[in-house]
C-alpha cells in the first residue's frame, strides 16, 4: 500500500534534478476525448430499470441489495491473485522511477586499495631513477564523486518516462480490479440463474410424476392406454435428464468464483449451494455524465499514460543529441608507507567538468529517435482505438440492456399463458376430452417458457453488470484500505 500512496502522488510537480537548464523534445498534452455520440441513448424512461444520466455508484453492486454478494466483493479486494500481481507492478514502477531520479543525482564513491606492485626496470621512473626498488608497495584512501547536469533535460525526460509508465501500472491495476469485479459479479449472476433453473427442472420433475400416477390410475381403469403411459414416463425421463448438465454448471460457477478469490475447488461450495433469489436489478441506473463518460475507464487512462510515457522517451532520444556535462571530483590520501599514509602531504586532489559531445554515432542516434517518434505515434493511434472502443463497448451494453429488459416481459407473459393452458389441459385430459400428448406439449411449453424467463432474468443481471463495467464502475476497489480491526475502509474518488 506504501508503494501505491507514493504512486498516487507522481502526478504531482517532480522532482527538480542537476541544474536549472532547457528541457528539450515534445511537451505532452493531453488529448482531448468528444463527449458521447448523441445518437447514443444514455436516457430509457418506459422499462423496469431505467438508465439515467448521473455519476456513476462506485459501489455498485450493493444496489443488487444481496449481502453474500457484497461479501464475495470484500473478499475479492484481500484475496484476488491477479490484483496482487498488478500491484507489484506498480512497486516495480516506482523502483524503476527512483532509479531514473538517481541519474540526475550527485554519485559519490569511496576507494580504499592496498597493492603491492612490481614494476619494469625499463619504464620511465627507472631510467630516470635507476637506485628507485622495483617492488614496492602503495596505499590509498579517498572519495571519488560525479555530477551529471542536465542541462538539456534528458534525465528530467526519463523522470517523466518513469513517472508515465507508473501511472500506467496504477490504471493497469484499475482495469485488473474492474475486470475481475465484472466477472465475480457475472459468476455469481450465472450460478443463481442456473439454480433457479435447477428448481424449475425439479418442480417439473414432480409434476411430471404426477402425470405418470394420473396415467397409472386411468390406466388401473382401462381408459388410458399403455401409450399414455409410456409418454407419461418418456417425459419424467427426459425432464430427469437435465438435472445433471445444470449441477455440472453449478459446479464450474462455484470453481470459478472460488479461483478469482484465491481459494481451492468447492472451497465456497458449503456457503454457494445453497440456493438463493437471483438478485434483482435496480430501479434507477446512473450511467455517468456525457463529457466524462469514458475518461474514467482504466483502459483509456492507462493508453492515455502510456502515450505519455512515449513522448517523454522521444524527449530523452533527442536530448541524446546534446553534449553531456559531468562535474567530477576526486580527494584521497596515498602513501608508499602506511606510517604517513593520513599526513598532510600524503593527500591528493582532482576537480573539474567533463563534457561528452556525440560527433559520430553510426546513426545509432537519429535511428534511436526515429524509433522513438514512431512509437509516440504508435501509442497515439492505440489510444484513439482505445477511445473507439469503449464507446462500442458502452453503447454495445446499453443496448443489451435494454432490449433484454423488453424481451422479458413477452418471456413473463408466455409463462402465464403456459401455466393456464397446462391447467387446462390436464383438466380436459383427467375428463377424457384430449389424449395425454396434449398434456405433455403444453409441459413441454411450460417448461421451455420458464426456462426463458430464468434466463432473461439472468441475463438482464449480467448485462447490467457488462454495462457498469464497459462504464468503468468499481474499479475504486483497487484503492480500498483497511482498517486495524480488519475491516474494510472505502477510499471512493472520482478519477
Not at 21 to 46: F, H, N, W
Not at 97 to 125: C, E, F, K, M, W
Not at 266 to 287: F, K, N, T, Y
Request: glycine content about 6%; charged content about 20%.
Amino acid at each position: 500500500m506504501r508503494a501505491l500512496r507514493l504512486a498516487a502522488r507522481l502526478s504531482g510537480p517532480m522532482l527538480g534534478i542537476g541544474l536549472a537548464g532547457c528541457t528539450v523534445g515534445p511537451d505532452y498534452q493531453s488529448p482531448e476525448i468528444a463527449a458521447a455520440p448523441k445518437r447514443m441513448p444514455l436516457e430509457t424512461v418506459d422499462l423496469p430499470s431505467r438508465t439515467v444520466e448521473g455519476k456513476i455508484d462506485a459501489t455498485w453492486w450493493k444496489s443488487f441489495r444481496d449481502s453474500q454478494l457484497s461479501s464475495l466483493v470484500e473478499r475479492l479486494v484481500a484475496q484476488n491473485l491477479d490484483l496482487k500481481t498488478a500491484a507489484e507492478r506498480v512497486v516495480q514502477g516506482v523502483a524503476q522511477r527512483q532509479v531514473a531520479v538517481a541519474q540526475g543525482l550527485p554519485h559519490i564513491d569511496g576507494l580504499s586499495s592496498n597493492t603491492y606492485n612490481r614494476a619494469s626496470p625499463n619504464s620511465t621512473i627507472f631510467v630516470k631513477q635507476p637506485d628507485a626498488p622495483l617492488e614496492y608497495a602503495l596505499f590509498r584512501e579517498g572519495l571519488t564523486s560525479s555530477w551529471q547536469l542536465d542541462l538539456f533535460g534528458r534525465v528530467r525526460r526519463a523522470v517523466e518516462a518513469a513517472d508515465a509508465e507508473t501511472l500506467a501500472a496504477v490504471e493497469n491495476r484499475h482495469g485488473v480490479a474492474l475486470a475481475a469485479l465484472a466477472e465475480l459479479a457475472q459468476s455469481y449472476m450465472l450460478l443463481r440463474g442456473t439454480q433457479d433453473r435447477l428448481e424449475i427442472a425439479k418442480r417439473n420433475l414432480r409434476l411430471a410424476g404426477e402425470n405418470v400416477d394420473l396415467v397409472n390410475q386411468r390406466f388401473g381403469g382401462g381408459v388410458a392406454t399403455t401409450l399414455d403411459l409410456a409418454q407419461a414416463r418418456a417425459q419424467q425421463a427426459t425432464i430427469a435428464a437435465t438435472l445433471p448438465p445444470l449441477r455440472i454448471q453449478e459446479v464450474e460457477l462455484i470453481n470459478a468464483i472460488g479461483l478469482l478469490l484465491g481459494d481451492a475447488p468447492r472451497a465456497l461450495e458449503a456457503e454457494l449451494r445453497r440456493s438463493r433469489m437471483l438478485p434483482r436489478v435496480p430501479h434507477r441506473v446512473p450511467v455517468g455524465l456525457r463529457g466524462t463518460l469514458v475518461r474514467r475507464r482504466p483502459d483509456v487512462r492507462e493508453a492515455e499514460a502510456h502515450l505519455h510515457e512515449a513522448t517523454a522517451q522521444t524527449g530523452v532520444a533527442v536530448a541524446s543529441f546534446y553534449p553531456d556535462v559531468t562535474l567530477n571530483g576526486a580527494a584521497n590520501v596515498e602513501s608508499l608507507h602506511l606510517s604517513n599514509l593520513f599526513t598532510p602531504t600524503s593527500t591528493a586532489f582532482a576537480v573539474g567538468p567533463s563534457i561528452s559531445i556525440p560527433i559520430f554515432e553510426g546513426g545509432q542516434l537519429k535511428g534511436t529517435l526515429a524509433l522513438r517518434e514512431s512509437q509516440q505515434r504508435e501509442a497515439a493511434i492505440f489510444f484513439q482505438k482505445t477511445v473507439l472502443r469503449a464507446w462500442k463497448e458502452v453503447d454495445d451494453a446499453l443496448t443489451a440492456y435494454r432490449e433484454s429488459q423488453r424481451r422479458r416481459g413477452d418471456v413473463a407473459r408466455s409463462v402465464t399463458e403456459n401455466q393456464a393452458a397446462l391447467q387446462a389441459a390436464r383438466q380436459r385430459y383427467s375428463e377424457g376430452a384430449i389424449d395425454f400428448l396434449n398434456v405433455i406439449t403444453t409441459q413441454a411449453q411450460l417448461l421451455q417458457s420458464e426456462n426463458d424467463l430464468a434466463d432473461s432474468d439472468t441475463l438482464i443481471a449480467t448485462n447490467l453488470v457488462n454495462l457498469y463495467r464497459a462504464l468503468g464502475g468499481g474499479w475504486e476497489i483497487a484503492d480500498v484500505d483497511y482498517r486495524a480491526d480488519g475491516a474494510p475502509r472505502w477510499k471512493i474518488g472520482t478519477p
